[in-house]
Every structure is written in structure tokens, then in C-alpha cells.
């Protein structure tokens, strides 16, 4: 069972494989190809730092855009233990264009 933060939904439904370090883009896919597999897998949604977020650059002793990624996590809005396919299908109707303006990655993800 993977541990995600609320907006790495929107995130792995939208990874391309550019952008990001060696290391978080190797950790990404591995979390990517493994949910894509099998979306009925179970996701359980914490509030702060997850295992994506160990292998980010923005990682730092803690994540450097703290506030950002908090207020991500809130306007997704999943907690508990879900479905990978659930989690995407209550992610459907929210407006990811608002959610993810403020990311760094915004116009990678926003090309498909």
C-alpha cells in the first residue's frame, strides 16, 4: 500500500517523466506503473510528507513549499484509506487547472 499526499493523485494521473530529478522521476514511476497496473490498489492519504515527497528536490529537511503543496492537499481533499481508482474518480470533477497553477511542473502535466 503505497502512502500519498492528497494532490499526488492529480499528479500521477498527469507524470509524464519530465522535469523532475533522477531520483523523484525513478520513484515516480515506480509509484505511476504500479497504480496504472492495478488501480484498485489501496492508497492511504496522509497529511504532510509521503514517500514521493522523500525523493523530491524541493525536499530539504522538509518540504520547502509547505504551504503550497498543504493547500493542494486540501482543495483535493482525500483522507483515509481509498482505492487508487476511487481516489481518481472523486478527483474527477475538481478543477485541476486551479489546484495545480501554483506547481512548478504545472505546464508538464497540463500538456495532455
Not at 504500479?34 to 484498485?40: D, M, T, Y
Not at 493547500?71 to 481518481?88: H, T, Y
Amino acid at each position: 500500500m503505497f502512502e500519498l499526499r492528497p494532490h499526488h493523485v492529480l499528479c500521477i494521473q498527469r507524470f509524464i517523466g519530465k522535469g523532475y530529478s533522477e531520483e523523484f522521476t525513478r520513484k515516480m514511476w515506480e509509484v505511476v506503473t504500479s497504480l496504472r497496473a492495478n488501480p484498485n490498489q489501496q492508497v492511504r492519504f496522509v497529511s504532510g510528507e509521503d514517500e514521493l515527497c522523500a525523493h523530491c528536490p524541493h525536499n530539504q529537511g522538509g518540504c520547502v513549499s509547505g504551504d503550497k503543496v498543504k493547500r493542494m492537499d486540501e482543495s483535493v481533499n482525500l483522507s483515509g484509506v481509498l482505492s487508487f481508482s476511487e481516489a481518481v474518480s472523486r478527483t474527477n470533477a475538481l478543477d485541476a487547472e486551479n489546484i495545480c497553477k501554483g506547481c512548478e511542473w504545472y505546464s508538464l502535466c497540463h500538456i495532455i
